[in-house]
């Protein structure tokens, strides 16, 4: 996969995989993962605010069960893969999920860093549990009032026709298409007028097929600073110029 460079408010994202911020969705995933508190479907997340995985249906949002399967739905290698951790549904069918890859190496399509959602799938296996027709979910949940620079896109991983969505608050949807193979940032929602305990679901829908419906996510949750902000750091910064030059 070709790299590509976005600048976002001074942060740079390496292709759909790599990040080189800490304002993003997957380094909030990588670092749970990273720590005792993976098996925990809620964790720390970019400018102060939380991230949940889950899924979606019939208008509630649901976590995943905290603990590691069996008495939990997190698993240390998701599919069977090394390299994919996370959270998928206990049930005939493992969906819907919301998984990260923490190797180096590809895995069942995902990329290393990449978020791997994939939604619940009627009539896929031998048993439609209630989850069925589940989006795949992983929320922000916003802590600091504000404007917010939400950028990212969704990676077609196999070749199933899923509808993803970026959506306030469960109903509001900010973001809407069918999968798509770009490596290029797919939504840019700049300048989103965000109150503190706003919820931004980063969702993967089956779009009524039961095929092929992994899909890759990155995403960038940026708190834009205010004015005065931004004037209080340029003055800063022209402050450490002038000491500079007078040493």
């Not at 939604?119 to 896929?124: I, Q, R």
């Not at 922000?140 to 917010?148: F, K, N, S, W």
């Amino acid at each position: 996969m070709s790299k590509v460079l976005h600048a976002l408010a001074g942060v740079a994202v390496l292709g759909m995989g790599g990040f080189a911020s800490a304002a993003n969705i997957n380094d909030a995933y990588l670092a749970n993962e990273a720590s005792a508190n993976e098996v925990n479907p809620t964790f720390a997340g970019p400018a102060g605010g939380t991230v949940s995985v889950g899924y979606f249906l019939n208008g509630t949002f649901t976590l995943f069960a905290a603990g590691e399967n069996p008495t939990g739905d997190h698993y240390n290698a998701a599919y069977g893969f090394e390299e994919l951790e996370g959270f998928h549904q206990d049930n005939p069918n493992g969906i819907p999920s919301v998984v990260i890859n923490v190797g180096a190496a590809v895995a069942a399509g995902v990329q290393p860093e990449q978020i791997g959602l994939h939604p619940g799938v009627p009539g896929s296996g031998e048993v439609n549990p209630p989850e069925a027709n589940a989006d795949g979910v992983i929320r922000y949940t916003v802590a600091t009032a504000g404007l917010y620079d939400i950028v990212g896109g969704f990676q077609d991983l196999n070749f199933g026709p899923t509808l993803n969505q970026v959506r306030r608050n469960e109903t509001e949807i900010l973001f809407s298409q069918n999968e798509t193979t770009a490596e290029t940032p797919n939504f840019n929602l700049t300048g989103l007028t965000l109150a503190a305990g706003d919820r931004i679901d980063f969702a993967v829908n089956s779009n009524g097929d039961a095929i092929g419906d992994f899909t890759g996510l990155f995403a960038d949750v940026a708190l834009v600073p205010e004015p005065s902000s931004l004037a209080l750091l340029g003055l800063a910064g022209g402050a450490l110029l002038a000491r500079r030059r007078r040493a």
